[in-house]
């Protein structure tokens, strides 16, 4: 088996404006794989695989980004993030759908009070756009990502 690729990771600080200071994040992943040999795998998910297959469950494209804008005890922030289609059995053909898991796009928003030193009250949603994908279709069948969610944190002590 070999896997390449290359990640590249940006982020900016601090920057301070008018309206308060925000922080930026930008991550991207690209990656390559292939078995260097034909064997009939063990693995019965896999079966037949032949030189030059690529892995399942490895996504060419991952990406992540985030922004935060701190105001005084208020913090806003969101987040995105890309998944790219992966193979659920090794090839080196174009995988269709119903052999692939499906591209996804997803995005989370939170607001995060802090009371004091101690206390903060932080409300988030994850997947926020309620976005629907098959992320695995073995080794039972098709299973969906996670639906939006709602919740409320409170953490105490040195937060």
Partial sequence: ????????????????????RFDFRLNYTYTESAFQSE???????????RKGDALPYLPSHVGSGSVTLTRDQLQYRADIGYQDFMRERPGSSVALPGERTERRVTL?????????QEVQVQLFIKN???E????????????????????????FGDA
């Avoid at 390449?4 to 309206?19: N, P, Q, R």
């Avoid at 989370?108 to 004091?116: H, I």
């Avoid at 080794?139 to 409170?154: H, S």
């Fill in 1 to 20: 088996m070999e896997i390449g690729g290359v990640e590249f990771s940006a982020s900016k600080t601090g920057l301070a404006t008018g309206v308060g």
């Fill in 39 to 49: 064997f009939l795998s063990s693995f019965s998910q896999w079966g037949l695989v």
């Fill in 108 to 116: 989370a928003l939170s607001v995060l009070y802090k009371v004091n």
């Fill in 128 to 130: 926020a756009t309620d």
């Fill in 132 to 155: 629907q994908a098959i992320v695995s279709r073995r080794p039972f069948g098709a299973r969906p990502n996670a639906p939006r969610y709602v919740g409320i944190r409170l953490r």
